[in-house]
């Protein structure tokens, strides 16, 4: 082997060198360098390919550095996304349809089953979260409110025909109704005021998509 063919090989080692001590600190790199450099300076074609032999492949050489100095890459983090839990189901008294079921068997319901209609009704409403308590009240309570106000009035008017009879005949007013056949009217009209309740209750749902705590 000639001295130009040793020299093409000392090249070659040492480019391969600075390519694998690359990513060292500059001081590291340029300490390992020049001391590899020196060792393999002055050394016949034999001598240098035994030494080239001995000091290994460049790759390992910058691996170890790197282990010597901690200048090694840290180890990729790996970054475990928790798997999305899955939302829980809303309980039935929780969903909007089921307010609007309740609203319309209090509201039909009454007519079709005068009593048992209104007793599910209103059941089914004051189940539902989607509305307030004063908003279920007032339409569970608008017909009772309705029959005591007509109820109201007929006694007055009663009182007020009484008093006309006392005064004299012909002084009473027939369109006036008394005792039974005025609370039976009371009654009758208020009943008929359920649906204006439950319609109420349609209403105050409009915009509304989570329940009411």
């Not at 839990?85 to 209090?106: E, H, N, R, Y």
């Not at 007509?150 to 002084?171: D, K, N, R, V």
Request: net charge neutral; aromatic share 8%; charged share 15%.
């Amino acid at each position: 082997m000639t001295e130009a063919e040793a020299q093409s090989l000392r090249d070659d080692y040492l480019g391969r060198l600075d390519a694998a001590i690359a990513d060292l600190p500059w001081r590291v790199a340029n300490e390992l360098r020049s001391g590899i450099e020196e060792e393999l300076d002055g050394l016949d074609a034999a001598e240098l390919q035994s030494r080239i032999v001995q000091l290994g492949d460049p790759v390992r050489i910058a691996a170890a550095a790197k282990e010597e100095t901690g200048s090694a890459p840290p180890a990729p983090v790996v970054v475990v996304t928790p798997a999305p839990v899955p939302s829980a189901k809303p309980a039935m008294v929780d969903t909007k349809w089921f307010a609007i079921v309740g609203a319309l068997v209090l509201g039909i319901g009454s007519f079709l089953f005068p009593i048992g209609g209104w007793v599910i009704g209103v059941a089914l409403v004051t189940s539902s979260r989607f509305w307030r308590r004063w908003e279920k009240a007032v339409a569970i309570l608008l017909p009772f409110a309705v029959c005591v106000l007509i109820a109201l009035i007929s006694l007055l008017g009663a009182l007020w025909q009484g008093s006309g009879s006392a005064a004299g005949p012909g002084t009473s007013n027939p369109l006036l109704p008394s005792g039974l056949a005025m609370w039976h009217t009371s009654i009758v009209l208020g009943f008929f005021f359920v649906p204006v309740g439950a319609a109420w209750l349609l209403w105050r749902l409009r915009g509304r998509e989570t329940p009411r705590r």
